[in-house]
């Protein structure tokens, strides 16, 4: 697992009377902590032959203690770009859109580019995006970037495209539409580039401490040339390195093996685009678009993927792809299936390379996920946002399609390992969220059970990185665990059933969070990182 991470901390913690999920004991109330790892978990009478030997005694007063949760995507430099600033993900109307540009520009007047995200004009009374000319209106003119809510297509003002002039002859740009493909590319490299080095790092810090107040452990960064830069890249691995904070694994997004290893990355994957988005019409698709006159364009072939897979392959690094739909994912699955032809199919799944999103599967590419061990880095709270009858994933595919997307049940079945994350800035950092959206699927057939959701949340995040040992508060696992203030503890069915018998010994499974919708979520107390706290609620 290639990670720049916090310090271990040395001294040894007994925590005691609250609620310990662990699969060591479904009834701890206790646990001790020993240079950074789990040394024990029991019960609290136990706990009393520990309370000499230890430097500190921590009184749970009742509280759960789970593993931190991993966010196995996230753009960490956008998200902290978003939480400081421009921020359109919960406008609700076109209008009110225009009025937090036009204060936004007004109120950064030294800005040389102004940068915001998270338009979604299929959420709007309006049904449709912000012009060119109203742009220029809300900002005086000056230069504006503005990603819509899935970062694949961007809104921008005249002055912006005045700093690119090639942008007009590249593939993606329409007149009078929201750029795409290399235009969009070309253009947020501009943009980028004027963030300065102390503004990036001010953005990476407040992603972070973001994160771990939410009893994040891990984030796995996703960055990659047309996503951000390698200074972007390698200050985020130093700034975890060198403060407290949540862990960050990092993938770089190329297709040079060498490069991404001499950036420290951990493979190159994550977002090495196969297609785009469904909400930019720029997903691949076998059959056309339900709202337009094509099915989207492939950004890499099968050929390329089986170069892909077999370079980092044999390089001992992982591979992984940005794929969406479902001809992309196909493309994906035919060049696993050719570089297994040729390294064996066995050097293929001890790899663990990685497929992020994967949302329109069928029966047949969710096998070949299985057959060759691919990771579904996936995000449930896709779901939440865009499923169901009448959300966009309808409106672009029609419903028949739309209700095939995102089946959990079916991966799990199958064995596919399951590695959960947000790809925020796209939907929030919101682990307990995203874990309800998995067990409350808008599709009833794709709802897997809290347990599960739970897991992909937290060992699946882990296991995706290549590493058995995290994710779980069993002696000799690495110290990674949040503080809870929770309401009762039950074991949560698939089909919204609440079985209030965890508190039977018989059962022998730890309980969690009723998460049923209405319900509070868990309040985050503390976070801990290698057994150091990263994390803890003001005032708690």
């Known amino acids: 697992m290639s990670e720049r991470a916090t310090p271990v901390e040395h001294r040894t913690l007994l925590l005691r009377g609250g609620e310990v999920h662990s699969p060591a004991d479904p009834f701890a109330t206790a646990m001790v902590v020993e240079r950074g790892h789990v040394a024990w978990v029991g019960s609290e009478g136990a706990a009393d ?20 949760f991993v966010d196995a995507h996230v753009h960490t430099t956008a998200t902290g ?63 504006l970037y503005l990603t819509r809510i899935d970062v694949h297509s961007a809104l921008v003002t005249t002055a912006m495209l005045d ?72 200050g985020l691995l130093r700034t975890a390195a060198d403060e407290p904070g949540p862990r960050v694994v990092g993938y770089w997004a190329g297709t040079d093996v060498e490069q991404a290893r001499a950036l420290g990355a951990a493979g190159a994957a994550g977002d090495l685009f196969a297609d785009g988005s469904l909400g930019s019409h720029t997903a691949c698709l076998n059959e056309p678009y339900a709202d337009a006159a094509h099915a989207g364009a492939a950004r890499l072939d099968a050929a390329a993927v089986a170069a892909h897979v077999t370079a980092c392959t044999e390089a001992g690094l992982q591979a992984g792809f940005h794929a969406i739909g479902d001809h992309a994912i196909g493309n994906v699955v035919s060049g696993m299936e050719a ?32 057959a060759f061990g691919l990771t579904a880095s996936v995000q449930p709270a896709f779901d939440a946002a865009w499923g169901g009858d009448t959300g966009m994933y309808a409106q672009r595919l029609g419903i028949e399609r739309a209700r095939t997307l995102n089946p959990y049940a079916a991966l799990l079945r199958a064995g596919v390992p399951l590695a959960f994350g947000s790809d925020s800035p796209v939907t929030p950092v919101d682990p307990w969220g995203t874990v309800r959206a998995a067990a409350f699927h808008r599709t009833p057939e794709h709802r897997i059970s809290v347990r599960a959701a739970f897991t992909a949340h937290t060992r699946g995040g882990w ?56 319900n509070p979520l868990p309040e985050c107390l503390r976070t801990v990182v290698r057994g150091r706290t990263v994390y803890v609620r003001p005032g708690g």
């Open 49 to 68: 032959a520990f309370a000499p030997g230890v430097d500190e005694v921590v009184d749970l007063e009742g509280a759960l203690v789970t593993p931190a």
């Open 163 to 234: 700093l690119v002039p090639a942008v007009r002859d590249m593939t993606g740009f329409r007149d009078g539409e929201p750029l795409s493909g290399a235009a969009h590319h070309a253009v947020r490299s501009v943009a980028h580039s004027s963030v300065s080095p102390g503004q990036r790092t001010e953005a990476q810090r407040a992603a972070l401490r973001h994160a771990a107040s939410l009893g994040i452990g891990t984030v796995h960064e996703c960055g990659g040339p047309d996503i951000s830069s390698e200074d972007d890249f390698t």
């Open 81 to 143: 770009l978003a939480l400081t600033g421009l921020d359109l993900s919960t406008a609700a109307s076109l209008a009110e859109a225009a009025e937090r540009i036009r204060a936004y520009a007004r109120a950064r007047p030294a800005d040389r580019i102004l940068i915001g995200h998270g338009w979604d004009a299929a959420r709007w009374p309006e049904q449709r995006p912000l012009g060119r000319a109203e742009l220029d209106g809300l900002t005086g003119g000056r230069p």
């Open 463 to 518: 296991r995706a990185v290549g590493r058995d040992d995290g994710g779980a508060l069993v002696p000799g696992a690495p110290a990674d665990y949040a503080v809870w203030r929770t309401g009762d503890l039950v074991v949560q069915a698939p089909d919204d059933r609440v079985a209030r018998w965890s508190t039977d010994p018989r059962s022998g499974t730890p309980g969690l969070p009723d998460l049923t919708p209405g």
């Open 339 to 370: 570089a297994a032809s040729a390294l064996g199919t066995a050097r293929i799944r001890a790899a663990r390379h990685r497929v992020e999103h994967a949302e329109m599967l069928t029966p047949e590419t969710v096998a070949a996920f299985a």
